[in-house]
């Protein structure tokens, strides 16, 4: 007669248990605070360091919110849709590219996340935008390069955000380098060490956005280089506040335009140049408002078009001419050594604050 070991069974139950439970581990695989993608990666991995990942999609999808993508070795990664906080982090030296065909490369939509993008190659192919930065608190892009897209380098409506560019080259876009809309709600951005190059626009402030510029190049862009506008709805004021900067080549410099409520910009200590093709390189229309301080102008251009520029100190240089419409108003607070185009005679003088 047959005995049954009831010890023998229950270890022998525990043992395919325990084997049943780690191959469901394996199957389905956890989320990780940081992940990491490879050119010999594979998306069914397990994103770790010894089993990278292909692409930012599937690291993503395995990173628990707040954690970091890091890129191993130079190779296109592909775009992604970002619905969690997370930092995508390429270390200097190695490329990580994204070729954009159809749509945006990168597309934050969700409200609240925090976004990191260091040190990405977004390539227009026949996409719209480089980044679209669609819902969202913050987004940080630094040491980043966006060219050729087909609409922005950068797309921004995320209400009650703040934005922060650093370190980085956007060139080529067909319409705006950079275009932040408050349509929606606030919007922040900040600029800092980057260069706008060969689109329409280099930034493009709207509808209430606020930007906030320092050491940074525009160059050769076909429209304004610079721009605050408000041209829709009776909301707050666009502001626009530039400062060491330099503006060469483009046909126009900086502009600010206010038709249904105000738009400011401010440019100091910078240098700004001429339009290649003679026409105005700084105004302001409407409700605009554009203050000039301390800064070198290259045979710069005015026009106040219904609008407000003036000359608040400092500015030293050569003008090409000027203009008043509408009426605008061009005033002048002295302490400005600028020759050329005539006297300033014509310009109202105010007696400084």
């Known amino acids: ?8 069974v229950r270890a022998a139950v525990a043992v395919i248990c325990t084997a049943a439970l780690a191959a469901a581990a394996g199957g389905a695989r956890a989320a990780t605070q940081r992940t990491f993608v490879a050119s010999n990666g594979v998306d069914t991995a397990a994103c770790s360091l010894p089993a990278p990942c292909r692409t930012f999609a599937a690291a993503i999808a395995n990173t628990l919110p707040g954690g970091e993508v890091i890129v191993l070795d130079s190779a296109g990664y592909g775009g992604a849709t970002i619905t969690q906080s997370v930092s995508i982090i390429a270390p200097a030296g190695i490329y990580a590219g994204i070729s954009v065909f159809t749509g945006d490369g990168i597309t934050i939509a969700t409200p609240g996340l925090n976004v990191v993008l260091r040190g990405l190659a977004i390539n227009g192919l026949g996409g719209q935008n480089g980044i679209a930065f669609l819902q969202g608190s913050n987004l940080v892009v630094d040491r980043c390069q966006i060219s050729g897209m087909a609409d922005n380098g950068i797309a ?8 922060s560019i650093s370190d980085s080259e956007i060139t080529a876009a067909a319409n705006t380098g950079v275009y932040a809309d408050a349509v929606l709600g606030a919007v922040e951005v900040t600029v800092d060490r980057t260069r706008f190059a060969r689109s329409q626009w280099g930034l493009y402030v709207r509808q209430g956005a606020r930007a906030t510029v320092r050491d940074s190049t525009f160059a050769g862009h076909t429209q304004y280089a610079a721009l605050a506008a408000n041209d829709f709805g009776t909301g707050p004021a666009s502001k626009l506040s530039i400062d060491t900067s330099s503006f060469l080549g483009n046909a126009h410099s900086v502009f600010a ?3 249904t ?3 400011r910009g401010l440019v100091a200590r910078s240098v ?7 026409d105005y390189t700084l105004a ?5 408002q554009l203050s000039l301080r301390d800064n070198a102008l290259q045979t710069a251009t005015l026009l106040a078009d219904g609008g407000l520029v003036e000359l608040a100190g400092g500015n030293f240089g050569g003008l090409a001419g000027w203009g008043q419409l509408n009426p605008g108003i061009l005033r002048t607070y002295g302490g400005n ?9 014509f310009i109202t003088v105010v007696a400084p604050n």
């Open 156 to 163: 921004i409506f995320a209400p009650g955000s703040r934005t």
């Open 1 to 8: 007669m047959w005995r049954i070991d009831e010890r023998g």
């Open 272 to 278: 700004l140049d001429d339009s290649p093709n003679g």
């Open 284 to 288: 302001a229309k409407g409700m605009g």
């Open 337 to 345: 050594m600028l020759n050329g185009g005539g006297p300033l005679d």
């Open 261 to 263: 409520a105000p738009a």
């Open 257 to 259: 335009i206010g038709t």
